[in-house]
């Protein structure tokens, strides 16, 4: 929460309280004192890493004053206080994939507060995964925010796979609620993270997707010495994703790029669960998630997507960590209609499953 830009938290206390400080000059609200603050520092960490005496320096105002202002962003920026039933009902609100086993599998769907991780090798299905799920959330009336680091977004399967399926929404309706950003360096994703929230709102977004989380900042820092601040950008886009995903109640899911190494030592996630691929081909070398320990430590959920076979469609999914559900796996195929599951044969069986599990508030919203 301390990650937060400093101007919304400005605007927060701002309308939460009418206090007045006197700067010497004339009456200054704190809502304007924060805001003048804003062009020297970036969060409210940033805030909160002042000492009274450099604050009072920095804004001019007496050392009491100083001392409340610290004391008001630190209880505006503070973890609130839940009980057991509110997290019960929170728990509960899950944003189905259309995919009947994995649905069944994470108990619902993609849960609302949480980071979802789809790991897998190049080629595996990150990108249709996402495309499908686009598809999916779109066709409820609701908006996708879909983070673009690799460019490999494309229009022409988004429409390909909702021309295939029978959504009660046209396939130029479904376009209209997905929403592509495409940043060029770790920086622009951070900065597009934190001025999301219009866009969120004015949107009905229900889902945001990052392709892929690691792209970019092993690009920017792909160097060693870089390590430490590769780890820190992380961090902050990380408390930036748990931010939106808390205050709006909705899921995020990343895709995370893998490691390969050669030898036959068998490699563990952080989660403890063997990688170690059963092919002797070269193609399915050794892999680990990018990105090590304290970005594992940031997601919720973690997805790995395995290739079972070059000439097979079907893939592999296995849950290795959820705080919701016991590790699971689920068979899918790679079709022209996106990830269908394996057993439900068709992409028609699929929808009919989805539109069933709709419910009437949903189907209201699609239907106005």
């Known amino acids: 929460m301390s990650e937060r830009p400093l101007g919304r938290i400005a605007a927060r206390i701002a309308n939460n309280n009418t206090h007045i400080f006197n700067t010497g000059r ?218 939106l995903a808390n205050a709006f109640s909705i899921p995020i899911l990343v895709t995370n790029q893998v490691s390969s190494f050669d030898g036959a030592v068998s490699l563990k996630t952080a989660e403890g669960v063997s990688l170690e691929c059963t092919s002797s081909e070269p193609s399915y070398a050794m892999f680990n998630p990018a990105l090590g320990n304290t970005w594992a430590h940031c997601v919720n959920v973690r997805i790995l997507l395995e290739v079972i076979s070059e000439q097979q469609t079907t893939r592999r999914l296995r849950i290795v960590k959820s705080p919701s559900c016991a590790a699971k796996t689920v068979y899918v195929d790679l079709t022209i209609s996106g990830i269908i599951g394996t057993n439900e044969n068709s992409a028609l069986r699929q929808d009919q499953y989805f539109l069933n599990s709709l419910s009437k508030e949903e189907l209201d919203d699609i239907l106005s």
């Not at 001019?60 to 503070?78: F, G, N, Q, Y």
């Not at 780890?231 to 408390?239: E, G, I």
């Open 26 to 243: 004339t009456g200054t609200s704190i809502g304007e004192l924060l805001h003048r603050l804003d062009h020297d520092v970036q969060t409210a960490k940033d805030v909160l890493d002042l000492t009274p005496l450099e604050l009072q320096k920095l804004l001019d105002i007496p050392l009491w004053e100083a001392k409340e202002l610290l004391e008001m962003v630190s209880i505006e920026t503070a973890p609130k206080i839940h009980t057991l039933l509110r997290l019960q009902q929170s728990d509960s609100l899950c944003n189905r994939t259309g995919i009947r086993e994995l649905d069944s599998a994470l108990r619902g769907g993609l849960r609302s507060g949480h980071i979802h991780e789809i790991v897998g090798r190049a080629g595996a299905g990150k990108t249709q995964f996402c495309l499908t799920l686009a598809v999916v959330v779109a066709s409820t009336g609701r908006g996708v925010i879909y983070i673009d680091t690799e460019n490999k977004f494309s229009a022409e399967r988004i429409v390909e796979i909702a021309s295939s399926r029978k959504f009660l929404m046209s396939v130029e309706e479904i376009a209209k609620r997905v929403i592509v950003i495409k940043p060029s360096n770790s920086k622009q994703v951070l900065k597009q993270l934190q001025g999301m929230e219009a866009v969120i709102i004015s949107n009905k977004v229900g889902l945001v997707l990052v392709d892929s989380i690691a792209a970019l900042v092993r690009l920017d820092y792909s160097t060693r010495s870089r390590i430490v601040a590769r780890q820190r950008m992380l961090s902050k886009q990380a408390s930036q994703l748990k931010y």
